[in-house]
């Protein structure tokens, strides 16, 4: 079974609607992130927790909220959509190794939205 | 500022030729940590290195190579002998020490096509 895994792997809603996409590791790492991916953009982050009570928006949080419901779980809702959230969406998850400072990050598999 | 910088869009190469993919960053912090992920057409993203600012030996792995150079603040990656396999975007990440936000600065990404 894959370590990190993402749900639902694709969507299609529409705008004005409200959705939520879900991530869970089986990995134990304490930190989680959400990335979104645009063509020709790389990925940016939305959000990152490094705790269950560590909630801290990345560089394009708007229109976006989450939710750190266990050290396992964390979820991403977008209140009301909009077509420019059309994008691939991915959960990531690391630990910070003891005496070092940056962890590496391992990646789920993706969500792809679209919003019509 | 941070930043990564993937001037190569997209490559072509036939299959056993090498190929390097060009990864220059800019950062402030003298310590600092740099990344290569692969995105294959399946979309999931693998984690391949990662290399800390402080060590600037090349690192080979079977058929895979990193080049770090901190005089230009480069840290390219060569593929020898490429495989149709090695088909995939490959993208470029930079994570800074201070604020130890975990957060990673992407490239644009460079879309490698092997053909046999």
């Known amino acids: 079974d894959a370590d990190v895994t993402q749900t639902p792997r694709n969507r299609i809603t529409k705008t004005g609607k409200r959705i939520m996409l879900e991530c869970s590791q089986t990995?134990?790492?304490?930190?989680m992130y959400w990335y979104r991916q645009d063509p020709g953009l790389g990925l940016r982050l939305i959000y990152y927790s490094f705790d269950v009570k560590d909630i801290n928006k990345g560089e394009i949080s708007d229109g976006y909220s989450v939710s750190r419901q266990a050290q396992a779980k964390f979820s991403l809702s977008l209140e009301s959509a909009i077509p420019n959230q059309t994008a691939l969406y991915f959960c990531?998850?690391?630990?910070?190794?003891?005496?070092?400072?940056?962890?590496?990050?391992?990646f789920g598999p993706g969500t792809r939205l679209t919003v019509l | 500022a941070q930043k990564v910088t993937q001037a190569q869009t997209e490559i072509s190469v036939v299959e056993k030729e090498d190929v390097t993919l060009d990864c220059v960053y800019e950062?402030?912090?003298?310590?600092?940590?740099l990344f290569w992920y692969k995105q294959p057409p399946s979309g999931e993203l693998v984690f391949l290195i990662r290399r800390n600012s402080f060590d600037e030996q090349n690192e080979i792995s079977g058929r895979y190579s990193w080049n770090f150079q901190k005089s230009t603040s480069s840290f390219n990656f060569t593929i020898t002998a490429s495989q149709v396999v090695d088909s995939a975007v490959y993208f470029c990440a930079l994570s800074e020490r201070s604020g130890n936000t975990g957060k990673l600065i992407f490239g644009q990404g460079t879309t490698l096509q092997v053909k046999p």
């Open positions: 990995k134990g790492h304490d930190r």
């Open positions: 990531a998850t690391s630990a910070l190794p003891p005496g070092t400072s940056t962890d590496t990050q391992y």
């Open positions: 950062t402030r912090d003298t310590t600092y940590y």
